[in-house]
């Protein structure tokens, strides 16, 4: 739940940059700016995350940093450096 309250795709550029390393494409894109609370687009995002690739989760991980979120990555991260988010989803 923490990260679905307090992840900022929006403000903090990390959406638009997540679509210039095409982790999202067009329509994805649009579906998210579609969402009426920002509580309803990180739920989206989140689904929509769970279908990627690994390389493209690493990514959102080196976005999340770039956008000033490491405390959302530090978040999805247990002890060993694997990702919770990714072992739940991909493995």
């Known amino acids: 739940m923490f990260v679905v309250e307090n992840l900022d795709l929006k403000f903090s550029g ?3 940059q997540l ?3 095409n982790v999202l494409d ?3 894109m649009e579906d998210l700016n579609s969402q009426q609370t920002s509580v309803r ?3 989206r995002f989140l689904c929509l995350l769970s279908r990627k690739s690994v390389e493209q989760y690493q990514t ?3 976005d999340l940093d770039n956008s000033g979120q490491s405390y959302i990555r530090n978040t999805l991260e247990n002890r060993q450096g694997i990702s ?3 072992t ?3 493995v």
């Open 14 to 16: 990390l959406l638009y």
């Open 19 to 21: 679509y210039a390393d």
């Open 26 to 28: 067009v329509q994805e």
């Open 41 to 43: 687009q990180n739920e």
């Open 60 to 62: 959102f991980l080196q």
């Open 84 to 86: 919770i988010f990714f």
């Open 88 to 90: 739940q989803h991909f």
